[in-house]
């Protein structure tokens, strides 16, 4: 079945650059999603792509979907501790009845920022 | 503050006892869901309602049942809780074309 995977643990100083990978396995998803997951909290939407895209930036954000490998990457530039966090990689599977939000979403890497 | 609100926020169950999460949007989306989230497992989907008056099945549906009451209130009902059903449950709708969710804070369910 369609699978996400990521690696579950990140640690960076703070104003080095985080990248954090994900492979997944359906080439027929429309969107790629990173969401952030602070403590205590839902997640939020962080970012995405669409699957006719390779890059897109916005702001210190930095997303690289390479769909020959299925590989979609997240870099966070200037990383700060506020960016410390659980970020999950996400995609879209529309064959779960054709919702939007039917997303299989990987199991999550926690990022640690240190000082 | 607009969003989606989870009620309640923590519960403790005893095994077969049943209870119903809560949850309410109001932006006025069309579709709501249901996901579970337990440690090392992601999130996944229970059950969703693409629009009012209707709901499906997600990854996992055994052992939940879901009622969409109106466009804003999308219900989970436990009727006969199990250990295995204790985890995080969040609620969220979705707007537009891309898909965005919006979650609620989370139900923190344990089932002793």
């Known amino acids: 079945g369609e699978d996400v995977e990521q690696s579950l643990f990140l640690s960076v100083r703070e104003g080095d650059s985080s990248v954090i990978n994900c492979t997944y396995t359906?080439?027929?998803?429309?969107?790629l999603y990173w969401y952030k997951q602070e403590p205590g909290a839902g997640l939020q939407l962080l970012t995405y792509i669409f699957s006719n895209m390779d890059m897109k930036q916005d702001q210190r954000l930095t997303v690289l979907l390479n769909k020959k490998d299925k590989h979609l990457s997240l870099r966070i530039a200037d990383t700060q501790t506020g960016d410390s966090a659980i970020y999950f990689c996400?995609?879209?599977?529309?064959?779960?009845?054709?919702?939007?939000?039917?997303?299989?979403f990987g199991k999550g890497t926690k990022l640690s920022v240190k000082p | 503050n607009a969003g989606v609100t989870q009620t309640p926020k923590f519960q403790v169950l005893k095994t077969g006892q049943s209870m119903t999460l809560q949850c309410a949007q109001d932006?006025?989306?069309?579709?709501m869901y249901w996901y579970r989230q337990d440690p090392g497992m992601g999130l996944r989907l229970i059950y969703y309602?693409?629009?009012?008056?209707?709901?499906d099945k997600g990854e996992v549906p055994n052992g939940y049942n879901v009622s969409r009451l109106n466009k804003r209130e999308f219900s989970l009902r436990l009727e006969s809780a199990a250990p295995s059903q204790t985890s995080v449950y969040f609620c969220a709708s979705i707007i537009g074309d891309v898909g965005e969710l919006f979650f609620g804070e989370g139900s923190r369910l344990t089932v002793l």
């Open positions: 932006m006025n989306h069309n579709s």
């Open positions: 996400a995609e879209n599977i529309m064959n779960y009845g054709g919702s939007q939000g039917n997303l299989i």
């Open positions: 309602s693409a629009s009012e008056g209707t709901t």
């Open positions: 359906d080439s027929s998803s429309t969107y």
